[in-house]
């Protein structure tokens, strides 16, 4: 019998499992070492996303060759990226990913032809190109990169960042969106309702945004538990019938951090019924989807039972 009466805090609500993963990629880049750190040229996994592309672009572009072995095009592209890359003095980098082996990030990049070759700065995707090119003409492509950078900085002097010795202060983290910031903020005091809102803003201006998507879905699990009695819901869980209770039951797994748990309790809950009340919890579990990061195995696995239970 499912335990619900230890509900998880807020902020475990609205990480699930978002700040583990990227606090797990840095420790890898650390235990790797400084010179690992600082290499021009890093192969990349769905794990390891997060870290290495978007979070180092914060303050140097990152080139992204998403390539394949099956595609002769790759064989040639990758070996003159990772030369004039090498030759920059570490103004950017070369970030590697084998498609075959982490099809999630070209789905969720849109990639439709490999080699393809993406510029992502400050957390965006800025310019790029899908053909074989000559190294000529890489390296006028990223120069002219390079320039759109240096005016970036020019505007946004602020967020330049410092060069320093072995002696000096930390820099400083990424550059993180105002609306994030302003979200956890209002987290902090308790204020749901202008998290949400600033989810929402972040979401108006990029769409798709998976922090605020998951923020929205964590705000979500505790705006509706907020009132519920855990023992209550256990014992109404009893009931089969009682929609109401396998929906709250299974926001309460999630808050605990019983994920697998609160999927299969809703899945079960879509091969039994039909109708209004099938469609009703579907949408509940996709609500819930939204709360953990698009790579995370869990879902991966209550994705394709949903779709088993659905057809």
Known sequence: MADFSRPGSLHGAIDLGA?????????????????????????VTEATFTGDVIERSMTVPVILDLWSPR??????????????????????????????????????????????VLAIFQGQAVTGFQQVLPEAEIQRWLDE?????????????????????DAAEPAPGPVLDPDLVAAEEAIDKGDLDA?????????????????????????????????ADPAEIQRRTQDPADLEAQLLAADLEMLNGAVDEAFARLVGVVKRTSGDERDAVRKHLL?????????????????????NALF
Not at 21 to 39: F, H, I, M, N, Y
């Open 195 to 227: 998290a949400v809102a600033a989810y929402e803003r972040l979401l108006a201006r990029v769409p798709g945004n998976e922090d605020a998507k998951m923020g929205l879905a964590g705000v979500g699990l505790i705006q509706r538990t907020m009132a």
């Open 19 to 43: 700040r583990k993963q990227a606090l797990e990629a840095q420790a890898k880049r650390e235990a790797a070492g400084p010179q690992a750190a600082s290499a021009s040229v890093v192969d």
């Open 145 to 165: 990169l390079m320039g759109a950078v240096e005016q970036f900085y020019e505007a946004n002097p602020d967020v330049r960042p410092q060069l320093q010795d």
């Open 287 to 307: 609500g819930l989807f939204d709360a953990l990061p698009a790579d995370d195995p869990s879902l991966v696995k209550a994705r394709r039972a949903l779709a």
């Open 71 to 116: 595609a002769p095009g790759s064989a040639q592209l990758s070996p003159v990226l990772e030369k004039v890359v090498a030759g920059m003095g570490g103004r950017a980098v070369l970030a590697k990913v084998n498609v075959d082996a982490s099809p999630q990030i070209a789905q969720a990049l849109r990639v439709q032809a490999v080699p393809t």
